[in-house]
């Protein structure tokens, strides 16, 4: 029978997998890209599209219940980069509705300004619950709370009082986006985390860096300090699957005390943007999205997805909801439980992991 806490023991016995799985190479990486962060292009693990550690662990007899005996998870996330349009997309919005006469969402790009800042096409949060709900699944919106970007001025939480309070009574999950700076930034982190909580009047769980700026295992000990039970920051900006081998939420070792960081991490596997900048066609895109459901449903393990909210109502996008309403309809047939990173938390609580 295999229980939990030998789940590491499991993994040590093989150096080449505790290595991958501990993110060994990150401890003191040769190489950085220009926002700091460790990238697919700089692993020696190129093998990124098989979740190899979670393979070793079920083929020891490593198991997971799901909700309603589910036999695999699907966590859906959206960062909340935007609430309104920054000029280029405004402008590349409404060029993509004229060519297509679409005179409705030319409208909608151009004037909403004249009816409120919650008719931006980017306040879509209702929609997109809407849309996860048909499928029986629930998400988490992450959302900025600083006011320091390295581009520009995104918005302020505090206008979001009223849409906060609407997601968390329909049991969606609000959680935070840490700003550019904060991921090696305890203080930083706290101030943003207590400006989201003033906000939404009660405690945040869950939370994903803005970027994917993420230091090895610095990140994970502030997470922990700053009273986080999850984050969902390990993924690569530049690749799909999984960057420490892992398909399942674990607790990560930090090999520079010896011990286990408190903290879930729940690693992202598939980001939008990262997505469809690795192919060409939509055709592809959904080859490669079935290729890692199937992955992931062999092994039980969590389906991780990164959808950013302001590509629901990007015309010039359009193609990319559409990839997420298939993956929602897939993962529905295949018997998955969807469910909010806040959910998955719960549930690894649940079952004493
Ligand atoms: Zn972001």
Redesign the pocket.
Known sequence: MFHPNDTLQHIRQNKGLWDLYTRKEEYSPRQLDRYGRFLYAYSTNQDVLEPRVSKHLVDNGYEIEYPDGKQFAVCLTH?V?EIYPPRKHTLLSTLTCFKRLDFGGFKQQTFWKLHGKEKSPYWNFQGIMDLEEKYGARSSFYFLATDSDIRRFRYNIEDLEGELGRIVDRGWEVGL?GGYYAYNDLEEILREKERLEQVLGRRVTGYRN??LRFCVPDSWEILEKAGFGYDTTLGYPDMVGFRNGMCHPFRPYNLRTDTEVSILEVPMIIMDGTLFDLVRSYDEAWEMTKRLIDTVADCQGVLTLNWHTNNFNCPFRGSWPRLYENTLEQCYRKGAWMASGNEVLRWWHYNGR
Do not use: A, K, L, S
Request: glycine share 0%.
């Open positions: 960062d980069d986006h803005h970027y």
